[in-house]
């Protein structure tokens, strides 16, 4: 079962992202921007080594992201007054209606996936998931390593 599991969430989240992307590039957004500009708006004001870290990609792609989305008016960096080496980054007034618009593509996404699903169902669903994402972020770091 845990391999039918694992393959199934994976196909889920690869197709739910190949959808957002499709929708998200009528707007003129890539993924990689999507991504970034989200992360952003839940991390306002950490550092570009922070959020690289959170994106998991390396500081220097994420420092050219970073210099796109500045560039065209959707993100600033500022400097952190506790490390005068580090910049921070933040949102601009201007990206506040693309990430609505990115948003309302993505419950719209969520509604059609969700398609015939109590509910109910979308309740335990997400209460499953959420246990299953506390139990690997809980687990002990080496752990899963030492089996293999």
Known sequence: MSDSLGFLISDVSRLMR???????????????QWRTLFTV????GANQGGLADILEVEPITLCRMIDRLEE???????????DRRAWQIFLTPKAL????QLRTIGEDMFEHALEGVTPEARDQLVAALTLIQNNLNDAPRGKEASHG
């Open 18 to 32: 190949r959808r957002f992307d499709e929708r998200a590039r009528m707007i003129g957004v890539t993924r990689a």
């Open 41 to 44: 708006s839940r991390n306002e």
């Open 72 to 82: 065209s008016g959707l993100v600033e960096r500022r400097r952190d007054p506790a």
């Open 97 to 100: 209606p693309l990430l609505g």
